[in-house]
């Protein structure tokens, strides 16, 4: 794999720090109280050039977790013969918890989504998708309709726990969590009746 190059790596320094910025002023400010002009000043770019890299503050404020939903979503739809939805929602958490991502940053997500409750209704409303895949995967493997609750609920107990999950930092109580996560998700999938 080659390294990327100059021009490259200058777009992923500017895209994190109007990330950044964004999160920062969102969790200080509010998501309402914050234009773009603002988040371009905090990062120090034109205002111009926020929207080469995100269309709307909504994207920026959900650019993180869009991503890692994204992954998971893409990583059950593609999943191997016999591989669970559960092994694929664990190995997403788990590549998640052990990323190089900064831990300023998740924490600056922390505090975005404490203090804006319609960018917490806006990420929920962002795993719609990787919820039907979810229960279509559920119900493939356990025989069910796709539309029968059971797969459904599965799917959303998942999804929540990604949320609940997504910004914890690395350590102790995110492994403790996600541990504990998983034995309620295989119980409850364990329950679902087998046609």
Excluded: C, W
Aim: a neutral charge; aromatic letters at 4%; hydrophobic letters at 45%.
């Amino acid at each position: 794999m080659t390294e990327p190059g100059l021009r490259e790596r200058s777009k992923a320094r500017r895209r994190a720090a109007i990330v950044r910025a964004a999160f920062t002023l969102f969790a200080e400010r509010g998501y309402h109280a914050t234009t773009v002009a603002d988040i371009a000043e905090a990062a120090e770019v034109a205002p111009r050039t926020i929207p080469l890299y995100f269309a709307s503050k909504q994207d920026i404020a959900l650019s993180r977790f869009t991503a890692f939903a994204d992954r998971v979503t893409e990583a059950i739809r593609n999943r191997a013969p016999g591989q669970s939805v559960l092994d694929v929602v664990e190995q997403g958490l788990r590549d998640k918890e052990a990323s190089v991502d900064e831990e300023e940053i998740r924490e600056l997500a922390r505090r975005m989504f404490a203090a804006n409750p319609e960018l917490r209704a806006l990420r929920a409303a962002r795993m719609t998708g990787t919820i039907d895949e979810s229960a279509a995967a559920i119900a493939h493997d356990t025989g069910l309709s796709v539309g029968e609750v059971g797969a459904r609920l599965a799917a959303v107990a998942m999804a929540s726990i990604m949320i609940e999950l997504a910004d914890t930092p690395p350590g102790p109580t995110h492994t403790e969590g996600l541990n504990v996560a998983l034995r309620f998700l295989r119980a409850g999938l364990g329950a679902l009746p087998e046609r």
